[in-house]
């Protein structure tokens, strides 16, 4: 089986909603919050390519 090959932008932006989300282990996220995770998912998906634009 083949590895897929990740970019650095995914792999930057998995490592921001990472960081992000180990900041707020065990209490679910504030308003404000969950509208920065979406902001990061769709970062991570633009630079994963699968055609979502990225958030304003």
Do not use: H, K, S
């Amino acid at each position: 089986m083949a590895t897929p090959c990740v970019p650095d932008a995914a792999t930057q932006a998995n490592q921001a909603i990472r960081e992000f989300m180990a900041a707020r282990t065990g209490r679910p996220l504030w308003p404000d919050e969950a509208a920065e995770y979406e902001r990061l998912l769709g970062a991570w998906a633009a630079a994963v390519g699968d055609g979502t634009p990225p958030a304003p």
